[in-house]
Nanobody, 125 residues
Framework: EVLLVESGGGSVQAGGSLRLSCTIS????????IGWFRQAPGKEREGVAA????????YYDDSVMGRFTISQDNAKNTVTLQMDNLKLEDTAMYYC??????????????????WGRGTQVTVSS
């Protein structure tokens, strides 16, 4: 079983930055697709970004391209989502997830078998 634990959420004003971290169980970190998803109140969960840990290839939704950066730290089995120039519409619960079998994408939620519990991000004006 893959265990994922998110951290780093919080409250920030529009235009500010936050960094989210996802720590993955050591035996499940390598050669997997790790994604970040978010769900705002009253909306469906949506994919934000993903990284394939074998070669660090990254994938982004257009809504966050140029503002968010996903990266990995192999020494710490951690995937980080650096979020800059945050907007009100970025407010959501953010989840990291692991896709261990399928082609890596940021949007095919059904391919991600393991999920963390989430961390809240609130952006205010």
């Amino acid at each position: 079983e893959v265990l994922l634990v998110e951290s780093g959420g919080g409250s920030v004003q529009a235009g500010g930055s936050l960094r989210l971290s996802c720590t993955i169980s050591e035996d499940s970190y390598s050669n997997n697709c790790i994604g970040w998803f978010r769900q705002a109140p009253g909306k469906e969960r949506e994919g934000v970004a993903a990284i394939y840990t074998l070669d660090a290839t990254t994938y982004y939704d257009d809504s966050v391209m140029g503002r968010f950066t996903i990266s990995q730290d192999n020494a710490k089995n951690t995937v980080t989502l650096q979020m800059d120039n945050l907007k009100l519409e970025d407010t959501a619960m953010y989840y990291c997830a692991a896709n261990t079998h399928y082609v890596c994408t940021y949007y095919r939620e059904v391919d991600f078998e393991y999920w963390g519990r989430g961390t809240q991000v609130t952006v205010s004006s």
